[in-house]
């Protein structure tokens, strides 16, 4: 392996570690020595990653670097290029269009070489289906998502009769034909999933007790077990 692509693999192991990690721990991810680890670190902090910490203590890479064309293989393009189309044509259009902007931001910073390539990957994505007609907007249920916070629905069951409620919405799914609300609601006291076809009315309300990511958690490991019985 050369340096730089120790340097970057280096910089994809910092990504996946949310929280300071010992420099002992990614010298053995890495399999090299913690002197060459301490010399690697200290090289990317020079070239501008925003590595913070220091021997002894843990090191974590800050948010928001952007890592080198150089990163991308083909196959890490095709995937990345496949991706976007998917959520381009199956999202809503806030999220469609968000995903058409990130491949053109991806394309401008490509190698020439690739760029050129870019809009004639050949994996595509074909048509759905069913198409998911909603009454309400989607991208209101991805800010509450982001900003614990509450939503007050009015919802129409499968058998057609409407009910209020208020969720806490946690997880957003998207499959082929429909979109599915994973939320806390106040009327069950329990866990519930809402069909986004199927809300009528939404309403932003003040923010919910729990974090979002202990919710999903949460909710994760119930469908583990129900999956497992």
Known sequence: MSRTERLLDLLQTLRRHRLPVSGHRLAAEMGISLRTLYRDIATLQCQGAEIEGEPGVGYVLRPG?????????????????????????????????????ALAKIGAVLPQELRDE??????????SSEAVVDRIDVALIRQAIRAEQKLEITYRDDKGSDSARVIWPFALGFFDSVRIVMAWCELRGDFRHFRTDRIATLAPG???????????????????????C
Request: hydrophobic share 45%; no cysteine.
């Open 65 to 101: 670097f952007l890592l080198p064309p150089l990163m991308f293989s083909t196959e890490e393009i095709e995937a990345l290029v496949l991706g976007t189309r998917w959520v381009a044509g199956r999202s809503d259009e806030h999220l469609g269009l968000a995903a058409r902007n």
């Open 206 to 228: 003040g923010r919910y007790p729990r974090r979002r990511h202990a919710l999903l958690k949460e909710w994760r490991a119930l469908n583990h077990e129900q999956k497992k």
């Open 118 to 127: 870019l809009d004639a990957i050949p994996l595509l994505v074909g048509p």
